[in-house]
């Protein structure tokens, strides 16, 4: 069962005259419920393949498919739509609002599906307990340390309930103790609730959860690793 698929994938940026490709011809599928690791050194187009997956970006040429769907093909608000329900997105920087506090940051998503105020926060206080923070409803950001940001921001990338989660170097910012935790709890969500991971990283060692690992350089498809074998893919 087929997630995405890209189908001999270019990307080139212009500038101005110049035009650099910083994807040539990726081919790769993704399957639902597995956890892939997208591994490159800085510069071998990660960043680009990351906005491809999360429907941010269209390619220069080839095909990228969502559920068999050509995601070019597209509307905007269908593209919206998948962004925000179908995808959560995790990255290095949390992202979260400094003015809001941890509750009403995990709440944001809810509230843009105009759900009614109470039960955005009940669900809101429900995410903070699976990631260990009901007790910080009321910190804000600059309250809490590194792993706790990254966990308020797991906790709204969860509140829509998303079938996959993209993570851009999700511990790039942490601690390695704080940042095997956070690996840790991707990989429960992977197999207790099936969800689909896919983190972007440059660091090997944060590959031993994956069931496969991809491998860019110089914005191509070096070799794929299979680590595990993911029974509900296979
Ligand atoms: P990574 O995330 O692996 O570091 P990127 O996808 O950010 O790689 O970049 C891949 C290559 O594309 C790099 O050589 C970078 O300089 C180039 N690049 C990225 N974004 C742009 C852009 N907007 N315009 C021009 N070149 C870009
Ligand atoms: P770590 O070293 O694991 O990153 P910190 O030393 O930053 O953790 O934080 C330890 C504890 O202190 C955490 O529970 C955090 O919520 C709390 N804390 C950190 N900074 C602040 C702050 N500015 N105001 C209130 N609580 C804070």
């Known amino acids: 069962d087929i997630l995405m698929r890209l189908t001999d994938v270019w990307k080139i940026y212009k500038m101005g005259e110049v035009e650099f490709a910083a994807l040539k011809g990726i081919d790769l599928e993704i399957l639902h419920g597995e956890f892939v690791v997208i ?6 187009g990660k960043s680009t393949m990351m906005n491809l997956l999360g429907c941010l970006d269209l ?17 905007e608000s269908e593209l919206a739509q998948i962004r925000g329900q179908l995808i959560g997105f995790i990255f290095q920087t949390f992202n979260l609002i400094p003015t809001l506090n941890t509750i009403e940051n ?16 009940k669900r809101a206080l429900e995410l903070l307990d699976v990631v260990g923070l009901s007790d910080k409803k009321y910190n804000l950001p600059s309250q809490l340390s590194g792993g706790q940001r990254q966990r308020v921001a797991i906790a709204r990338s969860l509140a829509v309930d998303p ?3 993209l993570a851009d170097e999700p511990t790039g910012n942490l601690d390695s103790t704080t940042g095997d935790y956070i690996l840790e709890f991707l990989s429960g969500l ?8 896919i983190m972007i990283t440059h660091d090997p060692d944060l590959t031993k959860y994956a069931d496969r690992v ?21």
């Open 39 to 44: 591994l490159g050194p800085s510069g071998s």
């Open 214 to 234: 991809v491998h860019i350089k110089d914005g191509m498809v070096d070799k794929i690793e299979i680590l595990k074998k993911n029974n509900e893919a296979m």
């Open 106 to 121: 995990v709440m944001l998503p809810l509230e843009f599906q105009e759900e009614d105020a109470d039960s955005c926060w």
């Open 59 to 75: 390619p220069s040429k080839g095909v990228v498919e969502l559920n068999n769907k050509d995601i070019s093909k597209m509307k």
């Open 190 to 197: 992977h197999q207790k609730e099936g969800k689909t991971i």
């Open 163 to 165: 079938r996959v989660i």
